[in-house]
Protein backbone atom coordinates (compact mmCIF):
# COMPACT_ATOMS: atom_id res chain seq x y z
CA UNK A 1 0.00 0.00 0.00
CA UNK A 2 1.40 3.57 -0.91
CA UNK A 3 0.29 6.44 -1.10
CA UNK A 4 1.28 9.37 -3.40
CA UNK A 5 0.12 13.27 -1.88
CA UNK A 6 1.27 16.57 -4.44
CA UNK A 7 0.68 19.58 -3.07
CA UNK A 8 1.20 23.08 -3.84
CA UNK A 9 -0.53 23.34 -7.22
CA UNK A 10 -3.12 26.48 -8.06
CA UNK A 11 -3.49 29.48 -10.00
CA UNK A 12 -0.75 31.74 -10.80
CA UNK A 13 0.17 34.40 -13.33
CA UNK A 14 2.59 33.83 -16.31
CA UNK A 15 6.51 34.76 -15.09
CA UNK A 16 5.57 33.12 -11.97
CA UNK A 17 7.21 30.51 -9.77
CA UNK A 18 4.81 27.20 -8.06
CA UNK A 19 6.78 24.81 -6.02
CA UNK A 20 5.24 21.34 -5.95
CA UNK A 21 5.45 18.35 -3.16
CA UNK A 22 4.93 15.00 -3.12
CA UNK A 23 4.92 12.93 -0.21
CA UNK A 24 5.36 8.96 0.16
CA UNK A 25 3.94 7.16 2.77
CA UNK A 26 2.56 3.72 3.55
CA UNK A 27 3.36 0.31 4.20
CA UNK A 28 4.80 -0.53 1.18
CA UNK A 29 6.16 2.86 0.29
CA UNK A 30 10.52 3.00 0.08
CA UNK A 31 12.51 5.31 -0.03
CA UNK A 32 14.62 4.29 -2.13
CA UNK A 33 12.30 3.72 -4.83
CA UNK A 34 12.74 6.44 -7.45
CA UNK A 35 10.32 9.07 -8.23
CA UNK A 36 8.90 11.26 -11.02
CA UNK A 37 6.75 14.34 -12.25
CA UNK A 38 4.29 13.64 -15.32
CA UNK A 39 2.09 16.06 -16.17
CA UNK A 40 -1.21 15.92 -18.36
CA UNK A 41 -2.89 18.20 -20.62
CA UNK A 42 -6.53 18.32 -21.73
CA UNK A 43 -7.50 15.44 -24.05
CA UNK A 44 -3.35 14.21 -24.17
CA UNK A 45 -0.93 11.24 -22.88
CA UNK A 46 0.64 12.32 -19.99
CA UNK A 47 3.72 13.63 -20.72
CA UNK A 48 7.10 13.39 -19.11
CA UNK A 49 8.57 15.99 -16.80
CA UNK A 50 11.33 15.40 -14.45
CA UNK A 51 12.81 11.60 -12.74
CA UNK A 52 14.78 11.57 -9.68
CA UNK A 53 16.44 8.36 -8.61
CA UNK A 54 16.42 7.78 -4.23
CA UNK A 55 20.05 9.41 -3.71
CA UNK A 56 19.36 12.44 -6.32
CA UNK A 57 22.24 10.83 -8.08
CA UNK A 58 20.31 10.52 -11.25
CA UNK A 59 18.27 13.61 -12.25
CA UNK A 60 16.41 14.28 -15.44
CA UNK A 61 14.43 16.89 -16.85
CA UNK A 62 12.55 17.32 -20.59
CA UNK A 63 13.91 19.07 -22.76
CA UNK A 64 10.96 21.35 -22.62
CA UNK A 65 11.08 22.49 -19.21
CA UNK A 66 15.05 21.76 -17.96
CA UNK A 67 16.05 25.67 -18.20
CA UNK A 68 12.64 26.45 -15.88
CA UNK A 69 12.11 23.35 -13.76
CA UNK A 70 14.47 21.50 -11.40
CA UNK A 71 13.39 18.36 -8.93
CA UNK A 72 15.20 17.36 -5.84
CA UNK A 73 13.80 15.23 -3.01
CA UNK A 74 14.56 14.65 0.22
CA UNK A 75 13.33 11.17 2.67
CA UNK A 76 9.96 10.69 1.97
CA UNK A 77 9.02 13.66 0.00
CA UNK A 78 9.90 14.86 -4.10
CA UNK A 79 10.15 18.77 -4.75
CA UNK A 80 9.24 20.68 -8.42
CA UNK A 81 10.29 23.95 -8.58
CA UNK A 82 8.84 25.52 -11.50
CA UNK A 83 9.94 29.23 -12.49
CA UNK A 84 8.92 31.64 -15.02
CA UNK A 85 5.82 29.47 -15.50
CA UNK A 86 3.89 30.02 -19.32
CA UNK A 87 0.35 29.36 -19.70
CA UNK A 88 1.28 26.28 -21.74
CA UNK A 89 2.59 24.50 -18.58
CA UNK A 90 -1.24 24.83 -17.43
CA UNK A 91 -1.97 21.13 -16.72
CA UNK A 92 -2.46 18.23 -14.15
CA UNK A 93 1.31 17.50 -12.30
CA UNK A 94 1.43 13.94 -11.38
CA UNK A 95 3.98 12.38 -9.43
CA UNK A 96 5.18 8.68 -9.44
CA UNK A 97 7.11 6.33 -7.87
CA UNK A 98 8.97 3.11 -9.43
CA UNK A 99 8.42 -0.30 -7.16
CA UNK A 100 12.13 -0.85 -7.97
CA UNK A 101 14.73 0.25 -5.19
CA UNK A 102 17.80 2.01 -6.34
CA UNK A 103 16.79 2.15 -10.01
CA UNK A 104 17.55 5.29 -11.05
CA UNK A 105 13.98 5.72 -12.63
CA UNK A 106 13.09 6.03 -16.16
CA UNK A 107 11.25 8.70 -18.54
CA UNK A 108 8.22 6.35 -19.41
CA UNK A 109 5.19 6.34 -17.65
CA UNK A 110 4.35 2.40 -17.69
CA UNK A 111 7.74 1.94 -15.57
CA UNK A 112 5.64 3.05 -12.92
CA UNK A 113 3.67 1.06 -10.17
CA UNK A 114 2.25 3.93 -8.18
CA UNK A 115 0.77 7.56 -8.69
CA UNK A 116 -0.76 10.57 -6.77
CA UNK A 117 -4.36 11.66 -7.65
CA UNK A 118 -2.85 14.94 -9.44
CA UNK A 119 -2.44 18.67 -8.35
CA UNK A 120 -3.87 21.11 -11.10
CA UNK A 121 -1.29 24.01 -12.14
CA UNK A 122 -3.18 26.66 -14.12
CA UNK A 123 -0.93 29.76 -15.36
CA UNK A 124 -2.59 32.63 -16.39
CA UNK A 125 -2.28 35.44 -18.90
Known amino acids: QVQLVETGGGLVQVGASLRLSCTGSGRDFNRYFPMAWFRQFPGKEREFVGRISWNSGHIEIADSVKDRFTISRDIGVMYLKMSSLKSEDTAVYYC???????????????????WGQGTQVTVSS
Open 96 to 114: AAEARIFSPGSSRSADYTY
